[in-house]
């Protein structure tokens, strides 16, 4: 049987990516014309989810228990997500859901992205949060 050419592939992959990063962005709609949050001038927001410069990027800070997370959602289809302790996670979110690795240890585990006004919900399966979906606040 013959396989697919590698440029089709890589092709078939980026339109998947393309058409989620629409509808990702066409399923979300302000409630109001405040924008996203702010960080408060003593929190830091993680340098693992600001260094990557997209005008179009998504960031959330979402609580947990354990204190809070911070999760990037990128225009070309990355997501990384900084936990407490700064533990990171990375992965590449397809049809809403990404399977998301740690950077230091053999953790991972899915999560699949509720867009919701200027937050999100992020339904957790797997890893240290599984069973929980927390609710994540834009950050500018």
Known sequence: MRQPAGWAVLSEI?????????????????????GPA?????????????EIADADARRYRVRTSNGPLYAGFYSD????????????????????????AALRDDVSFE???????????LKVSGGPYDGQTL?????G
């Open 38 to 50: 702010e960080a408060s001038p003593r929190e830091m927001i993680p340098n693992f989810i600001t």
């Open 135 to 139: 609710q994540g606040e834009a950050i």
């Open 111 to 121: 999560i699949e992205m509720i867009p919701a006004g200027l937050g999100a919900s």
């Open 14 to 34: 980026a339109l998947e990516i393309v058409g989620l990063n629409l509808f990702l962005h066409a399923t979300v709609t302000p409630q109001n014309n405040s």
């Open 77 to 100: 289809g990355r997501v990384r997500i900084a936990a407490p302790g700064g533990r990171r996670f990375s992965g590449v979110a397809v049809e809403n859901k990404a399977v998301m």
